[in-house]
């Protein structure tokens, strides 16, 4: 599968489809030129991008607004989606851009942990496993430079290579980092953190 | 490969599987521990992204009045657009999603557990959603995420058998749909400002249940 971003590069995807509890096959579409057909298929791919915003943005209201500019952006540019199958990673990537030009314009103040911590109103729904809670507050901890790759890479699919493509970094450092991110989890999560590979001590 | 390399391709990418690495696992029995401890670390994390955080709105401070114009004009715009998706949304995507959904779960065919009043009761109220159902009848009770919300997800034993039950208060449909996908036979039924679909293995009758279930679904005003 290819990724056609609206900035003409592409990249092979590894894994286009990760586990999701939301379904949003892309099998059998029709062409992407079909405005109806095209629409259809962004709207179901909503869900998918606004919980991969939210993790990347920790605010409801900042994700929705990315989301919602995204598609704009790729309604505009949807002439770039030569193949309907790959309008998953390139739209997480339009998500993942705009996330990145909201901070940069916008050089959006610190957020305070306690703002972004989940809410309890529904720990019984949300919530049945005490780990899986203190595991995704601890995701939510992790700056930017981890949670980022770390996401992409669980939620997008994308494999090293594509992540350093898209963030401008080595392959290197992008295994570097998603070896320090899950380091870092290991021990919010209470673990012992594995010996750093690149030899630095790994503080939470 | 060394244990430094083989540690920092697994603590990157635990369900990696190179040739090189598995060739390095079978000669190092500590990097094969570092190796299932970070698989079995790698679920959680990603059952703990899959679904979105649960963040509160926080207010932000008001932006001058050229971005609200401008914010007004794009907001203006998109309820256009999906204005025109929702009215082009065909009501067979919302079908295949559900079936795709119960082929997720294959064991809540065959649950066989009791579960109290009470937890159905919780399940379905989670959900925005009252039930005048006989508790006996449900064998299965689970909410679920489908299309941005949780949803109950029930498996109803029926005198043709189990069928599964999903309560969908957030998809409209305009008029009672069959459908037949992927071996399950189902049936669409809209109930206020939602639907409820209703569906079986192979070709069984849910007629009567949909029926039922279209009568005994009540959807809660102060839902979220």
Known sequence: MRIIAASGKSAVMRNSQPDSPVSSSTDQLPPADAPAALTQLFESLRPDLLRFAQWLARDRAIAEDIVQESLLRAWRSRDA???PAAARPWLLTIVRREHAR????K????VSLDDVVETQAFPKVAEPDDDLFTLRHAIMKLPIEYREPLVLQVLGGFSAEEIAHELELSSTAVLTRLFRARNKLRVL???SAAPDVAGDPVAP | MNCQEARLQIGADPMAHSAELQEHLEGCADCRRFHAEMGAFEADIRRALARPPQLQRRARVAPPLWRQLALAASVAAAAVLLAGVWLLRPTESLAREVVAHVQGEPNSWFATEHISAADIDAKLRQAGV???INSDQIMYAQSCWFRGHYVPHLVVQTAHGPATVIILKHEPVRTRQAFQESGFSGE???VGT??????TRGDGNID???AQMQQEVHWMPDAH
Do not use: F, H, T, W
Request: with cysteine; hydrophobic share 50%; glycine share 6%.
């Open chain 2, 208 to 210: 009567d249940l949909a």
């Open chain 1, 81 to 83: 989606l030569k193949d």
């Open chain 2, 188 to 190: 669409l039924v809209p």
């Open chain 2, 194 to 199: 939602g639907s409820i679909a209703v569906l």
């Open chain 1, 107 to 110: 050089r959006l103040e610190l």
């Open chain 1, 189 to 191: 999560c209470g673990m």
């Open chain 1, 102 to 105: 909201l901070y940069e314009r």
């Open chain 2, 130 to 132: 009252v039930l005048d």
